[in-house]
């Protein structure tokens, strides 16, 4: 039996009246759509409730599944120790669920826990679920950094884990909205706030998972969501399967989306096969620019690809051009798939003999020892695109007042520690911004006094 519901749920803690304290008001028809939820999960009866928060701790490479038989919870953070919650887990679908995971090589378990306490990306949700329905078992995971596309495949894992079982399951998502949608709202205003929102609905509502894997990490970024990727691994509970959809409620009258959405499936459909369709399509579109790559982003790619495939470093082409092989810098390579950063590394200044040789180490590297991500492997190689910037040599200035986000890189020194920006990054629109980052990736605390170089960069994208 294939999962029998599916919720997107939002995780507001003023939901709850004795937190909220009458501003719970503020968002009845959420409130309604809650209720609604929580009677039709008791309806339904399920063994067993799957939630996925964006709250719990978060891995970069790795699915964490709350081990342990169960679990305690309380809102003490939000000023209301006395509202507490308890779950039993369901051990044995946790296990089915790691196992699948591994053969799928999605990296997932009950290792890594930090703290077994409940957080509130489960607890709004159950809260009201309990009001209605009680004696289940549960599943805690939370999100994991990867890519949307793998959170897709592990909701596609968990839904082979509940038929391998014969589970009676129900899944939650457990996932706000954008953060910014007003001024006067907690985390102020982006333009891209309530694009994001409309964007999430309007997928929702139609069951268009695709447009959903196709939002940019930019748009994510500015509109400061919350709980994507739970919404990508609800997608995969539904992976070849019609879908029955309804967005039952939406608003953001406090600056944060608040949506609440039910998924049934309805019949094995083969051509909603939607991660290789979206695959197909980033193939398609990475084909086209690697045909259109220059010397610099070719010689990157293809040093990776060698790298990669053989073991062994890319010997310097015979045809590359002249102030490859004669001219030395500082060069940054980056890789993005999908559109989202897959690895950087580079050097402030030359390392090696020539920019030829500085780009096929700093590929390899960009590949395989950028500590914020696992290697790159062989399957991914063709959804890669390259980035090379070339630095020109850094130059001292007296203070902020000779910097320009679009036009000068920055490096930022405090000692022995130094951070590096590079310029014209996407979302870094001011200097103060690019200062900050800067420090953060040197490790230079907001209170160290700096000397600030800038620099410019010779782009090849």
């Not at 759509?33 to 928060?53: C, G, H, M, N, Q």
């Not at 629109?429 to 907001?446: H, L, M, N, W, Y």
Request: net charge negative; aromatic share 6%; proline share 5%.
């Amino acid at each position: 039996m294939p999962i029998i519901k599916s919720y997107a749920l939002p995780h507001p803690p003023l939901a709850i009246p004795d937190i909220g304290r009458g501003q719970e008001k503020g968002i009845n028809t959420t409130l309604d759509a809650f209720y609604r939820v929580a009677d039709e999960i008791a309806s339904l009866k399920p063994d067993t409730i799957i939630y996925v928060t964006p709250h719990n701790i978060l891995y970069s490479d790795y699915f964490h599944i709350s081990p342990g038989q169960s679990a305690r919870g309380d809102f003490t953070r939000f000023g209301v120790p006395g509202v507490k919650l308890e779950i039993e887990y369901d051990c044995e679908l946790a296990g089915k669920i790691s196992e699948l995971a591994m053969k799928q090589c999605i990296n997932a378990g009950t290792a890594g826990e930090k703290d077994a306490k409940l957080d509130h990306g489960v607890m709004v949700p159950m809260w009201f679920i309990n009001s209605r329905y009680t004696g289940y078992k549960a599943i805690r995971i939370s999100q994991s950094g990867m890519d949307p596309s793998i959170h897709y495949r592990m909701g596609a894992v968990i839904k082979d884990a509940v038929e391998a079982l014969k589970r009676v399951a129900v899944f939650i998502a457990s996932s706000d909205m954008s953060h910014k949608l007003k001024r006067d709202g907690p985390y102020g205003f982006s333009p891209e706030g309530p694009e994001f929102d409309e964007a999430v609905i309007k997928a929702l509502a139609s069951g268009d998972f695709l447009a959903l894997m196709g939002l940019s990490d930019s748009i994510r970024e500015k509109a400061a969501e919350c709980g994507y990727n739970s919404l990508m691994m609800l997608a995969g509970t539904l992976d070849k399967q019609n879908a029955e959809t309804e967005v039952l409620s939406y608003e953001g009258p406090f600056g944060v989306g608040y949506a609440v959405a039910a998924f049934t499936a309805s019949g094995q459909n083969n051509n909603r096969d939607l991660l290789r369709q979206h695959n197909e399509k980033m193939l398609r579109i990475t084909r086209r620019e690697h045909e259109s790559e220059d010397d610099y982003m070719a010689l990157a790619r293809k040093s990776l690809e060698h790298k990669v495939k053989t073991g062994k470093m890319l010997q310097l082409p015979g045809n590359l051009p002249e102030e490859m092989l004669v001219k030395r810098a500082g060069v940054f390579v980056s890789l993005h798939k999908e559109g989202r950063l897959r690895g950087c590394i580079g050097t402030i200044a030359p390392a090696t003999g020539n920019i030829a040789h500085e780009i096929i180490q700093n590929a390899v590297s960009a590949g395989l020892k950028d500590p914020r991500f696992g290697q790159v492997t062989e399957q991914e190689l063709p959804l890669l695109t390259y980035k090379v910037d070339v630095l020109a040599t850094p130059e001292k200035i007296a203070g902020q007042n000779g910097l320009d986000v679009k036009r000068f890189g920055v490096i930022v020194s405090s000692g022995p520690k130094r951070g590096l920006l590079l310029p014209n990054l996407d979302g870094i629109d001011t200097v103060e911004e690019q200062i900050a980052i800067a420090r953060k990736k040197g490790g230079i605390s907001e209170n160290e006094p700096i000397s600030l170089e800038r620099f410019e960069v010779v782009r090849h994208e």
